[in-house]
């Protein structure tokens, strides 16, 4: 399971509440970043995976983007996030 200073590959989809997609980096291809370099929700999320394990979060307004939307959609979002790797941090 992937902790705060971990780098991990994945693979997501973003949702809001209606269903529209407001990003998804399956178009792109796997994503890197560091765990904890996110928002709250996702990160806590990731914790809990294991590699190979696709998941769907369900990440309330307050560990997301605000009620503002600073950076995504505000309020509620929904990820589905497919976990293919991590790398160690320190």
Do not use: C, H, Y
């Not at 994945?10 to 529209?20: C, I, K, L, S, Y």
């Not at 560091?34 to 369900?58: A, D, F, H, P, Y």
């Not at 307004?61 to 293919?84: M, Q, R, Y």
């Amino acid at each position: 399971k992937p902790r705060a200073f971990d780098k991990v590959s994945v693979a997501f989809t973003g949702f809001e509440p209606d269903g529209r997609v407001f990003d998804s980096s399956r178009t792109r291809g796997k994503v890197q970043f560091q765990v904890s370099q996110v928002i709250r929700g996702w990160t806590e999320g990731l914790q809990k995976m294991n590699v190979g394990e696709t998941i769907r979060l369900w990440i309330p307004g307050d560990l997301g983007f605000g009620s503002e939307g600073k950076g995504g959609p505000p309020g509620d979002i929904v990820l589905d996030v497919t976990l293919f790797g991590l790398k160690r941090g320190q």
